[in-house]
Antibody, heavy 118, light 107 residues
């Protein structure tokens, strides 16, 4: 059974950093791109970006809103995708979901909540 | 970036009704269109990909159509568990973008 479990969320102060993890199981992690999508409270879904498989160079694509401040990486040996979030702002407060694929995939994690507040 | 516009933004319907949600892309996206369902406090669930293909396990009461810029999601014989928010999503090009969502409520 495919499972994606996000972790690492919590309360962070503006300007600080946070790293989220998406731990995968039930499939060959290295064979799939992995992506992150967020949802601010009461708002719609926002695609953040994704990382390709290492066979496809492990390259990344990002939304303009997070490019330069958020970084997606992966550790295929641990079956984990990461979202490094730097210079956090209050508007980054959201539920963060990982998705198997480039964001259009079938499988989603349950999400991890990030609250940015002083 | 490709903008996705859904209509209506909210919709009231009764159990047993058939409803249609539309999604328009700001430029042609072929059939690179997905529909997702989200219930309060839950992760999105993928219903349809490639505009009209049902994901495994999704009941046939859900159907999608369209190509290019105009797409529809139809839900027949509404049941209580179908009342949720529905999003369209284009994955023709990056950045992937979503519609603003359609909230389907019980009348």
């Amino acid at each position: 059974e495919v499972q994606l479990v996000e972790s690492g969320g919590g309360l962070a102060q503006p300007g600080r950093s946070l790293r989220l993890s998406c731990t995968a199981s039930g499939f060959i992690f290295g064979d799939y791109a992995m992506s992150w999508v967020r949802q601010a409270p009461g708002k719609g879904l926002e695609w953040l970006g994704f990382i390709r498989t290492m066979a496809n160079g492990g390259t990344t694509e990002y939304a303009a809103s997070v490019k330069g401040t958020f970084t997606i990486s992966r550790d295929d040996s641990k079956s984990i995708a990461y979202l490094q979030m730097n210079s956090l702002k209050t508007e980054d407060t959201a539920m963060y979901y990982c998705n198997r694929g480039d964001g259009s995939g079938l499988y989603w994690g349950q999400g991890t909540l990030v609250t940015v507040s002083s | 970036d490709i903008q996705m516009t859904q209509s209506p933004s909210s919709l009231s319907a009764s159990v047993g009704d058939r409803v249609t949600i539309t999604c328009r892309a700001s430029q042609g996206i072929g059939n690179y269109l997905a529909w997702l369902q989200q219930k309060p406090g839950k992760a999105p669930k993928s219903l349809i990909y490639a505009a009209s293909s049902l994901q495994s396990g999704v009941p046939s009461k859900f159907s999608g159509s369209g190509s290019g810029t105009d797409f529809t999601l139809t839900i027949s014989s509404l049941q209580p568990e179908d009342f949720a928010t529905y999003y369209c999503q284009q994955y023709n090009s990056y950045p992937i973008t979503f519609g603003q969502g359609t909230r389907l409520e019980i009348k």
